[in-house]
């Protein structure tokens, strides 16, 4: 198999549309959880410390957060069928693309600066973007019609 057919076969497992998420972000990640022979949706909100391959099929982000006075992260593949959606709640402003030193601060210093930033806007899928004005054509052409 060449390169090629590989990117093909990656390509072909990527989501059609995903949120931008950045290293600094404080998201909501909804996962599916299956327990038996049932699937239930479980929360895990946290700040993103780490961004990898945006570009591929393999993209992962690494969400922590701390529980019950224990630091706890979690890495998630963005185009993993089980992660239903990725919602960010607030963005900060960062320098780096990898904000392990936040493992070693607690309180005020692991405080990060909060940005001011479009919510609706960044949530909104590119999919859903493009689908409203295809809605909206049909009925100018009923209007040149008449």
Known sequence: MSFTDLKKIGDAQKKSAV??????DTVRVTQKIKE???FRSQVFEGVVIRTDRKDSHTARITVRKVASGVGVEKSFLIHNPLVEKIEIVHRAKVRRKNLSFLR???GKSARLTNKAFDRIAVNT?????VAEPVAAEPAAEEAKAE
């Open 36 to 38: 038996g022979e049932k």
């Open 19 to 24: 949120v931008d998420v950045r290293s600094g």
């Open 125 to 129: 899928l590119p999919e859903e973007k």
């Open 104 to 106: 070693e601060r607690s």
